[in-house]
């Protein structure tokens, strides 16, 4: 089922994009960052990346291009402390979808959970109010389940020249909308709010977009980096400190 609604929302986009992309492959950049394990007693940061193809980084051609990658080095430069990064976020994915990457994550050690969702939303034919809702509830069983959570508000697709024209204006129209709903969201629960992409997508889209003209280049997704970065510092302050290791019992 998951497998054919990512078929049916790839041709939808061959409706809205002059030219949409052959290849969905991105790079896997899971894993550890940062100090190893010698160098540090401290317990890894978990980083979590939840939403769409802009969390997932579809684009980047190398792990380390990823925005995932990108803010685990910066986070573990800041903060000093290792940084294990875990993207469950998916191309396509709608806020609808983020509720079972969430799930995934629920035997991770919470830490920093990055969210960038909304732009699919504001593509399909469907009331924006529920998609809002459903974005508040997560952001809310994140939170309860002790999560530095950083929102990133939905993404304009009016600044991506790749869309055909109609679909920029009502996008534009639309994401406006949803990224209040989201910052209102962040505010409400307590969450930290990060810069979504700006005009300069639309002004640079030759040197921060890909080909298609829509998702973020590897130098896109460091310009988002750099943007982010200082929010998910200011996240990690607001982290307990890592308790050590219990050492095992002896007889």
């Known amino acids: ?8 929302a790839r041709l939808y986009l061959h409706l809205l994009a002059h030219r949409p992309p052959a290849d969905w492959t991105v790079p896997v950049a899971d894993g550890r960052y940062g100090p190893s394990a010698d160098d540090t007693d401290d317990h890894p940061v978990t980083l979590l990346m939840l939403g769409d193809s802009l969390a997932q980084s579809f684009g980047a051609h190398r792990p380390e291009q990823t925005l995932g990658a990108l803010l685990a080095r910066g986070l573990a430069e800041g903060a000093g402390r290792p940084v294990l990064l875990r993207v469950h976020a998916r191309a396509g994915a709608t806020t609808a979808d983020v509720g079972r990457q969430v ?6 050690r919470p830490g ?14 469907a009331p924006l109010g529920r998609a809002a809702r459903r974005h508040a509830h997560l ?6 389940a002790g999560w530095q959570l950083v929102v990133v508000p939905c993404p304009d697709p009016g600044y991506a020249p790749g869309f055909r024209a109609p679909v920029r204006w009502i996008g534009h129209h639309r994401s406006t909308r949803l990224a209040r709903l989201h910052t209102r969201t962040a505010t409400r629960t307590d969450a930290h709010l990060a810069p979504t992409s700006g005009p300069e997508f639309h002004h640079r889209a030759a040197q921060l977009l890909g080909p298609d003209g ?16 200082p929010t998910l510092l200011t996240a990690a302050s607001h982290l307990h400190p890592a308790l050590p290791t219990p050492a095992p019992a002896t007889r």
């Not at 799930?103 to 991770?108: S, V």
């Not at 998702?215 to 750099?226: D, I, K, N, V």
């Open 1 to 8: 089922m998951r497998r054919l609604a990512l078929r049916l």
């Open 214 to 229: 829509i998702h973020p280049s590897p130098h896109g997704y460091a310009t988002h980096a750099t943007r982010m970065l």
């Open 103 to 108: 799930l995934r994550a629920a035997r991770l």
């Open 112 to 125: 920093i959970a990055v969210l960038i969702v909304g732009g699919n939303d504001v593509l399909l034919p």
């Open 139 to 144: 952001a809310r069983s994140l939170r309860e």
